[in-house]
């Protein structure tokens, strides 16, 4: 059979590398609690499309294994692993990406370290933000704060006003973040996020597989018809 005669969605390829995967879904951010393996791993089971490994003022050894098993936990669930400010340690756990806040330098310097092939996001809290990531190389924006959290000292809180009020000015995925739960992502979801990246909501909770579930969920039904 010729290629021309096959379905479409058998000639369809699959992403060649990491970075050619969409940023979307459920994105979960560690904390430093008690049983953090176990709670990710309970949550990957629900259905997380990122998980993001954010630890401060821990030994660059702890980080190293506590990192590698989180990686090991993403490849078992088929979710991307992303390393929070650190590029040294993105660059030795082989992690996925590294996501930059706005004083973690430049996405052009981190893709001159972990190679083309690797996802760099970069948090972002306004639309000059937000365009001067896209237009520095990120492959998708962090965007936030969308409600109060006890998670972070928040400086800036653009809600999901702000997120509508940029949606359509920039091309790159959008990861809203910020007291995100499945009571509120809807409006979230409706203002243009791609994602939802979230802590509390997801590994505070109970059942962290069934909140993470409530979240993907939401995507599911939230999809814009084709
Ligand atoms: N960054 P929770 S808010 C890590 O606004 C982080 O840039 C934020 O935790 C920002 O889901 C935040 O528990 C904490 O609210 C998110």
């Known amino acids: 059979m010729s290629e021309k005669t096959l379905p479409l969605r058998l000639v369809a390829t699959a992403p060649k590398t990491m970075r050619d995967r969409s940023i979307a879904g459920v994105y ?98 306004n639309l000059e933000e937000a365009l001067k990531a896209e237009a520095d190389g990120a492959d998708y924006l962090g965007f936030g704060a969308m409600y109060p959290t006890d998670s972070k000292s928040i400086t800036h809180m653009p809600g999901t006003s702000g997120l509508a009020a940029i949606r359509d000015r920039v091309k790159l995925p959008i990861v809203a973040i910020g007291g995100i739960s499945p009571a509120n992502a809807c409006r979230v979801i409706e203002a243009g996020a791609d994602a939802v990246a979230v802590i509390s909501s997801v590994l505070s909770a109970p059942r962290p597989e069934v909140a993470a579930t409530e979240l993907r969920l939401l995507f599911n039904r939230l999809a814009p018809y084709p």
């Open 28 to 125: 979960l951010i560690t904390d430093q609690q008690d049983n953090l393996l176990e709670r990710v791993a309970r949550a990957l089971r629900g259905g997380v499309a990122v998980l993001q490994y954010r630890v401060k003022d821990k030994p660059y050894e702890f980080c190293l294994e506590e990192g590698s098993s989180l990686k090991q936990l993403c490849s078992r669930f088929g979710s991307l692993f992303i390393v929070n400010d650190d590029l040294k340690l993105a660059h030795d756990l082989d992690a996925d990406g590294v996501h930059l806040g706005q004083d973690d330098g430049a996405p052009q310097q981190a893709r001159e370290l972990l190679g083309p092939n690797k996802i760099i996001g970069v948090s972002t809290h």
